[in-house]
């Protein structure tokens, strides 16, 4: 596997269900990001980890969990969700003690469905 | 704080015509700047960035994008469109510093044979 991977790449779920998203990095980055991305708006940044430590939380609801167990993984666990929240849920990682740019490198997304 | 305006959410061009993608930033530092694609179901990818050296910077499939600072301006260009290059444009912009990435809404761009 190469750069970032993520799964399921499809999620159908009732608001009752709890379930959980995955993300790998093989780049060897050391800051990964969730992202929610919406028909019609712009991405949202949901929550940013850098050397596994939450650095950002974007006012995300509590029925979104994330974890980052070690600087390669990233898992976002959902319980008790609203049909609003169905979206493309991308995941990113960079590098983020480089002198250059902050580049991030996306995951083909899970989409998620909630019915 | 940083903001990213993309002019137009639906561009459409015939192959074989210049392609234009406006992008407008504001940002309270000199920014980084990055233009990503997005073919459909599939993740965002880099088609080139600029980071403070050279104002014309040169990405992947032949597009390019000049940096303007006294436009506040980052147009995505490309001579001739592809059929291939179909697919959602986003405008993002870095404080450097800040590693955040702010996006644009996107421009969705549409080849016609």
């Known amino acids: 596997e190469t750069g970032v991977t993520q799964t399921p790449r499809h999620l159908v779920m009732g608001m009752t269900n709890k379930k959980s998203l995955k993300c790998e990095q093989h780049?060897?980055?050391?800051?990964m990001y969730w992202y929610k991305q919406s028909a019609k708006k712009p991405l949202e940044l949901m929550f940013v980890?850098?050397?596994?430590?939450?650095?950002e939380n974007n006012s995300v609801p509590s029925r979104f969990s994330p974890e980052c167990p070690n600087s390669s993984h990233l898992f976002l666990h959902l319980h008790t969700l609203q049909p609003e929240d169905s979206a493309l849920y991308l995941c990113?990682?960079?590098?983020?003690?480089?002198?250059?740019?902050?580049?991030?490198?996306f995951g083909p997304g899970t989409r998620l469905t909630v019915t | 704080a940083q903001s990213v305006t993309q002019l137009g959410s639906h561009v459409s061009v015939s192959e074989g015509a210049l392609v234009l993608l406006r992008c407008n930033y504001s940002?309270?530092?000199?920014?980084?700047l990055f233009w990503y694609v997005q073919y459909p179901n599939q993740g965002l990818q880099l088609l080139l960035k600029?980071?403070?050296?050279?104002?014309l910077v040169k990405g992947i499939n032949g597009f390019e994008a000049e940096f303007k600072k006294s436009e506040t301006s980052f147009h995505l260009t490309k001579p001739s469109a592809h059929m291939s290059d179909a697919a959602e444009y986003f405008c993002?912009?870095?404080?450097?510093?800040?590693?955040?990435?702010?996006f644009g809404k996107g421009t969705l761009l549409t080849v016609n044979p």
């Open positions: 990113a990682s960079s590098q983020e003690d480089s002198p250059i740019t902050y580049e991030q490198y």
């Open positions: 780049l060897g980055h050391n800051a």
């Open positions: 980890y850098n050397f596994k430590e939450q650095t």
């Open positions: 940002s309270s530092v000199p920014p980084y």
């Open positions: 600029y980071t403070s050296a050279a104002t």
């Open positions: 993002a912009v870095s404080e450097g510093s800040n590693y955040k990435l702010t």
